[in-house]
């Protein structure tokens, strides 16, 4: 009874946490480029039914749209209508928290076994989201936690009924984000696999899984694929993440899909969570499963290949560090303890939480620039990648915004040779016969149109530059 009032006190201790850990991820949350055109296409949809043609751009309109994350975007304009100018904190605030309870209500009694442990893990969640955007990745962490949450329901239960639940997710985030729905059949793959081999490897052993278990994942696996089918684009959905993954060209060039790179500062919390881990793993009196390690291998490649991957890392082995960390005697302090960092969040929140209606209402473009691009009309606009989402807010039609997969085909690369000047640059300005140039200053496209006696400039403050082409 002692202990069970005990782990009550606990329990309420760590919601507390959980609750103001949740409230200091909203100093985090903004609105950026993308927000822009997910929220127009939303209420495009809303409105008028599913895209699958653009509407927003004057060069590729009309082309075919792969739209993979339309729900998405319509859950998002429907939030707006519900709760106005803070629906994407609403929005941030219910993808944490929802996430934080799920990993935490999965592992209860790993959390109590090792509190400082269980406080040290919960604060790196802090700094491993470093994509906190009304974007539709924040559903898929929730997925991607209920997927590893059922497989490893089944790995250790081979009478679990759960796993059937996973087809149905897997509909689901083919719908809302298309480009990672593939994770449902993909871990599913590697339970299966790893669940084949039985040995004594140093410290890492491996345990042979149950005919029943094997079928049970081969079943779901094909129906995770069947699932995965059911959406708009059909078949395209099953190739549509590794065509992405595989575009050298939007790899290079934008910055969330760049490789970790320990030489970044700015990439070393990641470093952190990896470490952490490993010596986890490396103290542990346990043997390291089979399954466990290979996780950890697949989600620290994905999170080296690309930054936008580091939440895997930590969604992943949330299920998996806890069974290794060494059991700690609860003792009086363990509430108090927990209560300090709790506070220390919340004053976090509430010492910065003036700063949280600026950032999630940041705009990179002026009213001023707006409202000379609508008085001047242009039909043939070049505009920065980053400004297209706020054009296409506003009504403006684009030349290129944050759907890269979209302009991938047709002229992102050309895009690219103009703003930075390289290879026939004049060429590809003559054959676009751009009538605007909306241009940041700090792009060698801005010298150009300086100097140049073709253009002229109607606008220029805060690195942001319009011209006029002359004699049009």
Known sequence: MKNKNKNKKLELAFLFLIFCLTLAMLLFMRRESDYFWHIKAGEYMFKNGILKKDIFSWFVKGKYWFSHEWLFEIILYSIKLVFGKFHILVYGFGCFLTLLLFIFYSNKKNFFKNVPFSLLWLTLFLIMIVFAQARPHLISFNFLALTIYLLFDLYKNEDSKKIFFLPLIAILWANIHGGSSNLSYIFCFIFMICGLFKFN????????????????????MFLCIGGILINIHGIKMLLYPYTNMMDTLMIENISEWRATNLNDFAHLPYFLLCFVILLVFLISKKKISFIDFVLFICVLFLGLKSIRFWAYTYIVMSFVVFNYVKERKL???????????????????????????????????????????????????????????????????????????????????????????????????????????????????????????????????????IFRKLHQ
């Open 201 to 220: 490897f140093g410290k890492i052993e491996a345990s042979r899984i149950s005919k029943k278990q094997f079928l049970k994942y081969l079943v779901v």
């Open 331 to 465: 003792d009086k302090h363990s509430e108090i303890l927990i209560f300090i960092v709790s506070f220390m969040f919340l004053t976090l929140f509430l010492v910065n939480y003036k700063y949280i209606y600026r950032n999630i209402n940041a705009k990179v473009l002026d009213k001023e620039v707006i409202n000379i691009l609508k008085k001047e009309k242009p039909q043939r606009l070049y505009n920065m990648y980053d400004y297209g989402g706020e054009l296409i807010s506003n009504n403006i039609e684009v030349f290129i915004d944050g759907r890269a997969d979209l302009y991938s085909s047709y002229n992102y690369k050309d895009y690219l040779n103009i703003s930075k000047l390289e290879n026939d640059y004049v060429k590809l300005i003559n054959k676009y016969d751009f009538d605007y140039f909306l241009v940041d200053d700090a792009y060698p496209i801005y010298t150009y149109l300086e100097y140049s006696n073709d253009y002229e400039k109607i606008y220029d403050k805060k690195m942001i530059a």
